[in-house]
């Protein structure tokens, strides 16, 4: 069992910056794929982010590259996501998950295990 607990969301105008955490339990936090998710009112949860269980390889979706980085520290069970030039419609609640597919980079929410509570992002025009 795995949980996952996000922080760091919060208010901000359009152009700023908020970073994500997303603290996990448990001995086994490098086995775990570790992806980011987000969803607006009215919409369905859709893929953010995703980082390798040895934090080497990453993927975006193309609505976030170059304004998104994800990273972990697998020392302190730690997954991070670090959003510049934010855009209103980046307003969602943002999740992170945790998932152990056979999957190197799982963008499904499927082939995740565990979910976090979600943080609530909102970005002002």
């Known amino acids: 069992q795995v949980q996952l607990v996000e922080s760091g969301g919060g208010y901000v105008q359009a152009g700023g910056s908020l970073s994500l955490s997303c603290a996990a339990s448990?001995?086994?936090?490098?086995?775990?794929?570790m992806g980011w998710f987000r969803q607006a009112p009215g919409k369905e949860r859709v893929f953010v982010a995703v980082?390798?269980?040895?934090?080497?390889?990453?993927y975006y979706a193309s609505s976030v590259k170059g304004r998104f980085t994800i990273s972990r520290d697998n020392a302190k069970n730690t997954v991070y996501l670090q959003m510049n030039s934010l855009k209103p419609e980046d307003t969602a609640v943002y999740y992170c998950a945790a998932g152990r597919s056979s999957v190197w980079l799982p963008v499904l929410s499927r082939d995740y295990d565990y979910w976090g509570q979600g943080t609530q992002v909102t970005v002002s025009s």
């Open positions: 980082i390798s269980r040895d934090g080497s390889n990453t």
């Open positions: 448990g001995r086994t936090f490098s086995t775990y794929g």
